[in-house]
């Protein structure tokens, strides 16, 4: 493609603007602006300079800030529009989302379904929203950058007359300037940071380039994030379960592949207490009633050492006893098991008492392992209490007239006991439930009655394993570093010219021009060098006045 | 209650006093000089500063006692957080007015952070123990660095007011006279909401409903203003207490709503007063107060402080708070609506400075950003704690 010869002599990349070297203006365009625009340094960006082939036309499209702006708008409104009505993961467990919203919220929270705002963040068009923005980053970035670069490595230290003349800090006057007010300009010049070029008579002072680099570095930081959160769902990176584990309980961790095991020691919640806790607490408790404290669970961790042999039965050697709280996960390999959630006082045994009706004689005790209970519980002496039929979860008698269960979760035991005693050696039948006996086969002379239950909490831990992390991480540090580069500081210039018997003097500054001004004001305070003004400001002002 | 939490609260009391004072001060500053000199730092800006900064020493003192006492940073409750808030602003404000040396900036910044402190102290205000989630020194690192972050974009809101206060055509009725009625309306609407909280609290008006909520299960709940929205299918305990006009559906929260809707009202009735008394917009009525602002550096402090506040914001309310997730809810993302209404904050401010950098959106339109931003960050700690609830809603 035709390179671009200004007249100073540097050979300049097709599409440039502004003279790489010297600045002067190359296309009619820039002749006739009032002000250069110094945003990209006038170098040849490849949106502006080419449009033909689809490739062209999609970089064009990509490479534009303002559609990079309009697709964060969309993201952003779009994101708003989940918070709405809490999302699908967020509603409670035991309710399905096509009727929950309906309910809930009526002909709005109907609405709100049908359009798929109730798992809005995990839809196709918003994936394809912030991937459009990531796109948009690395084409953006690349567009400007390089150029940029390019431009700024060129830069030479004089400058042409009319590209100083259209920086909007700018002044000239006729004569020449001393050589000691230029070597005492110099100094303050270098007191204030700045890297000092010169070449026959002119001087371009810089400071803070690498600001100029901060919106890349920060764009690159991004793409990484980005890049992390995607790599989320390829296999083996990401492991997400749950694991409900009763006190007392061993259980294969699930995500390990069966390497790891867990037992719950115990499960503890305690709430504050106004005896017990700092006594400023007190009024608050007061107030709110049950403030919690802690949830925990004392916990064994163990690896199977028979894993690799097939068929054999796990070997478990503890790996370490550790407290799960929330907010101090335990870790071990890559994964982290987070205490998440509980349930208390989970029936475990029940306990009955063979009694005779008539006498309220007890003959003896039966304990009922509610998850495993046994078929006969032989209590001597010709007594004998069979169990006929266990319903762990009662739910009513069936249209069969059998008695129903729910779920083999003992929520609501019951059972149908044969009762054996001496007088009735074949039994007779009781059905025993909580709060509730019937004597389907006719009245009986004995009963189960209720003693004892023995209960145990459920702990529910979340395990994650999450190799992602690092990426994330690494995208964040370099988004902070690029932002706080970009931000805290200005990239600034100033150049002295003395051509023709003028003195010609000009700076430019990506941003805090008052603050530029106020240097340069107090740098070049006192010497016979021009100060530069506001050719914007005060022409501003005039438009004001008239 | 302890000593310490005694004196914390006393302190917190000094500091909203020389805060006023201080506002006071700023005024006397700008007001215009007699022999027509520069504007610059007079004798009543520095006395202004002063007072300002050892207002800034209270508060903190305020805030360490605090901590001693409860043994956690406190900013576990929207009281403590917006106080917080309120201390960043005025910190902020404090390294804004070191670089820039603006008096004017103290006569609009001092009476928003004295205005947050007043709404902070409407809310419960006894000092809690932590909850387990909450137990960690995450709590003090990510939300403190939040507070900074949107402190210093207050600052980029106040700057952009005031640019548009000085810059907007006061002589005719236009859109943009509208929208800065808009945002006066809502900053008097705050301050409708301490008078008429503070009013029916020294009265001790309490009604008691019975109502059903969202699961469907009895509860009951105290009103502290006459109801004029009541809970679903609510019951009227108490005697002699205004009856509901409507009544709502169980997933709104009557009580919340009935506030803000008092709010608006008394913010009205405040805004109307003001008008019909001085027979001008209150835009128009605050810019004499600006007439020596020079406009060009106010928008240079605005974009200024969206460049120091942005990321600040960023690392405490997207990167630190992904870490504490991370910890605390075994993921570092879960679109909770607190987190989505982060990166809303987040992506607007980036949008902000596209705007601003690459299409050149100078001037009024940039102001007019800045103050859309700040809406964004009010709204985030307002009412997606009080309405839409989340993980976030412990307050």
Known sequence: ?546 | MSDLVQWSGNLLYTSFILYLIATLLFGGAILPKKNGQKQGVNRWGKLGITITVLGFIAQLGYFFTRWAAAGHAPVSNLFEFITFFSMMLVGAFIIIYFLYKLPVLGVFALPVALVTIAYASMFPREVSPLIPALQSHWLSIHVTTVAAGEGILAISFIAGLIYLVKTIDQSKKSKQTFWLEAIMYGLIAVIGFVVITTSFRLAGYEAEFNYVNKEGQAASETFTLPAIVGPNEGELLTENRFEPIAEMPAFINAKKLNTVIWSLATGFVLYWLIRLLSRKRVGALVQPLVKNVNKDLMDEVSYRAVLIGFPVFTLGGLIFAMIWAQIAWTRFWGWDPKEVWALITWLFYAAFLHLRLSRGWHGEKSAWLAVVGFVIIMFNLVAVNLVIAGLHSYA
Request: proline share 4%.
């Open chain 1, 1 to 546: 493609m035709g390179k671009v010869k200004c007249e100073c002599g540097h050979v300049n990349p097709h599409g440039t603007v502004l003279c790489e070297s010297c600045g002067r203006a190359l296309t009619e365009e820039a002749k006739k602006e009032k002000f250069h625009d110094m945003r990209y340094e006038g170098s040849a960006r490849r949106s502006q300079t080419y449009n033909k082939t689809i490739v062209d036309k999609v970089w064009n499209f990509f490479s534009s800030v303002k559609v990079g702006v309009w697709l964060i708008v969309l993201t952003l409104i779009a994101s708003s529009l989940g918070t709405i009505f809490p999302q699908e993961f967020y509603i409670p467990n035991n309710v399905t989302a096509d009727t929950y919203y309906e309910d809930t919220y009526g002909i709005a929270g109907k609405i709100y379904y049908m359009l798929g705002f109730h798992d809005l963040y995990n839809s196709i068009w918003f994936i394809a929203l912030v991937a459009s923005i990531g796109v948009s980053l690395v084409i953006c970035s690349l567009d400007r950058v390089i150029p940029l670069h390019r431009a700024l490595k060129n830069q030479r230290v004089a400058r042409h007359t009319t590209f100083m003349k259209k920086q909007r800090l700018f002044a000239s006057r006729e004569g020449t300037i001393e050589p000691q007010e230029i070597g005492k300009v110099k100094e303050s010049l270098k007191e204030s940071r700045y890297h000092i070029r010169e070449e026959d008579g002119s001087l371009l002072a810089e400071k803070g380039r690498f600001s100029r680099w901060g919106p890349y570095v920060n764009h690159i930081g991004l793409i990484i994030f980005l890049i992390g959160a995607m790599l989320r769902s390829v296999e083996g990176m990401y492991v997400d379960e749950l694991l409900w584990i009763r006190e007392g309980e061993t259980l294969e961790i699930p995500g390990t592949d069966g390497e790891y095991y867990l037992k719950n020691e115990q499960f503890i919640m305690e709430n504050y207490d106004k005896e017990k806790d700092s006594e400023v607490f007190s009024e608050a408790i007061e107030e709110n009633g049950v403030i919690a404290k802690n949830y925990q669970t004392d916990a064994i961790l163990y690896r199977d050492e028979n894993r690799d042999l097939p068929g054999a039965e796990p070997e478990l050697v503890e790996v370490k006893k550790e407290d799960i709280r929330v907010n101090e996960p335990m870790k071990f390999d890559q994964f982290a098991l987070y205490q998440n959630g509980f349930s208390q006082n989970e029936m475990k045994a029940m306990e009955f008492m063979l009694t005779n009706k008539e006498t309220q004689e007890a003959v003896g005790a039966v304990k009922i392992d509610l998850f495993n209970p046994k078929d006969v519980y032989d209590l001597g002496n010709g007594y004998k209490v069979e169990l006929l039929g266990y319903y762990p979860d009662y739910d009513g008698i069936g249209k069969d007239g059998e008695p129903k269960t729910k779920s083999p979760v003992p929520n609501n035991p019951a059972f149908l006991f044969n009762l054996v005693s001496p007088e009735h050696p074949d039994g007779e039948v009781a059905f025993t439930a909580i709060r509730q006996t019937m004597e389907p086969m006719g009245e009986t002379d004995y009963k189960m009655e209720f003693s004892n239950i023995e209960t145990r909490d459920i702990s529910a831990l979340t395990v994650r394993k999450d190799l992602t992390l690092w990426i994330l991480a690494l995208g964040g540090t370099i988004f902070m570093i690029g932002v706080i580069q970009g931000s805290f500081w200005a990239h600034r210039r100033l150049w002295i010219r003395q051509v023709d018997g003028k003195v010609y003097v000009a700076a430019h500054t990506n941003k805090n021009w008052h603050g530029l001004q106020r240097e340069l004001d107090s740098i070049i305070e006192h010497t016979s060098i021009p100060s530069p003004e506001d050719q914007q400001a005060s022409e501003q002002s005039g438009k004001e006045k008239n």
